[in-house]
């Protein structure tokens, strides 16, 4: 009878570490912590070690099966790196392209404003010679209306005189 119940609870405890290993399974694809690891294998260790010698071959396929789902996890715990470094040199990559977009549109917007300002500058010389021109033909102007004004006094004089 006392054979029976210790076989009872070795089953039941093969039973509770079958389900845990299957947890393991599924939370491996969600990446343990190696914390965790430690934790689940020390909590096999010391479940094996309570059992009685005869659990020796189930102990060691427990043993066999937890070097294997740590492997498991190491390799996904490597994806999941490998993963995250190729995202951060994405990121990088488009920061980089980005970064040249931007010189080239500041480039691209300081030779515009050099194009303008030369034009501005040729509108402005250009506007200063045509007022200059402008200026000039108005005094010669003036100077002309003046002679003839004199002269027009003159004359309006002299045809005064020879009226009287």
């Known amino acids: 009878m006392v054979e029976m119940r210790s076989k009872q609870e070795q089953e039941t405890q093969e039973r509770r570490l079958l389900e845990q290993t299957q947890q393991m399974k599924s939370a491996s694809s969600f990446s343990l912590s190696k914390n965790q690891m430690s934790n689940f294998s020390r909590v096999l260790n010391q479940r ?11 102990s060691s396929d427990i043993c066999r099966r937890m070097s294997e789902l740590q492997a498991a996890a190491a390799e996904q715990a490597r994806r999941r ?29 300081t030779e515009l404003q050099e194009d303008i300002n030369s034009k501005l500058s040729q509108k402005e010389a250009k506007l200063r010679d045509d007022t200059q021109k402008r200026i000039t033909e108005l005094e010669k102007v003036r100077c002309l209306a003046l002679s003839l004004r004199g002269s027009c006094c003159f004359w309006f004089v002299q045809v005064l005189e020879n009226t009287t």
């Open 48 to 58: 094996a070690l309570i059992r009685s010698p005869r659990v020796t071959v189930a």
């Open 81 to 109: 790196d490998e993963l995250l470094h190729q995202m951060e040199l994405l990121q990088r990559e488009k920061h980089h392209v980005s970064e040249a977009d931007r010189l080239k549109l500041q480039g691209r917007l």
